[in-house]
């Protein structure tokens, strides 16, 4: 498809399982950004990839939280031994060229949900 | 650290009513983005305000960046219930740091 893609949309975890999040950015963007997104709030920066460099990760809450772009295309979000706080809705967006100044392009975000 | 804050942070009008909205910030901005946002999917962008004092019309839309380019207003003209959903605005130089949204309501 022409836009972001992520999946999956839902996901149920139990507290302390590991889950993995999908992100297919629009083919060529160069950046890509991930967000966290409580209920009701704006959306939080989690890290930021230029292809395949991660130059920011200073939204990740702990080491926990896991991102990579091993190839400079698709990205995955990766949550270890998930808390209920984690809960929420993540977002990634690509821009077409380097940083942020430009437009994000978001996916519909996958929604967690941590039992 | 910049933040940007939203105000108000709820509103619920009846077609047809005028609304302004605003983001504020303590800090210089390149530029301002405006996002809106539905239940369930992504934030969309709506404009980007470069110019301190640009004012940017979008139909009913009017959006506004302050002259010291530290804020941004966006009015709306007769509203309508399409427009019921979250804005957002979002500035920054490397990575856009978003408010935490105004969230519409229009009622029919």
């Known amino acids: 498809g022409a836009g972001v893609s992520q999946s999956p949309r839902y996901k149920v975890a139990k507290r302390g399982q590991d889950v993995a999040l999908r992100c297919d950015p629009i083919s060529g963007h160069v950046s890509l950004f991930w967000y966290q997104q409580a209920l009701g709030q704006g959306p939080e920066f989690l890290t930021y990839?230029?292809?395949?460099?991660?130059?920011?990760k200073s939204g990740l809450p702990s080491d926990r939280f896991f991102a990579e772009r091993p190839e400079g295309s698709v990205s995955t979000l990766k949550i270890q031994r998930t808390q209920q706080e984690d809960s929420a809705v993540y977002l990634c967006?690509?821009?077409?060229?380097?940083?942020?100044?430009?437009?994000?392009?978001f996916g519909e975000g996958s929604r967690l949900t941590v039992l | 650290t910049q933040l940007l804050e939203q105000s108000p942070q709820f509103l619920s009008i009846q077609e047809g009513e005028n609304l302004t909205v605003y983001c504020n910030s303590s800090s210089v901005f390149s530029s301002l983005q405006w996002y809106r946002q539905e239940p369930g999917e992504g934030p969309v962008l709506l404009v980007t305000v470069v110019t301190g004092g640009e004012v940017k019309k979008l139909k009913r839309l009017t959006f506004q960046f302050g002259d010291a380019r530290k804020d941004s207003s966006l009015h709306i003209t007769a509203a309508q219930t399409g427009d019921t959903g979250l804005y957002l605005c979002a500035g920054g130089y490397n990575k856009l740091i978003f408010g935490a949204g105004t969230r519409l309501a229009v009622h029919p």
């Open positions: 990839f230029q292809n395949e460099a991660q130059l920011d």
């Open positions: 967006a690509s821009v077409r060229l380097a940083g942020g100044a430009g437009e994000l392009f």
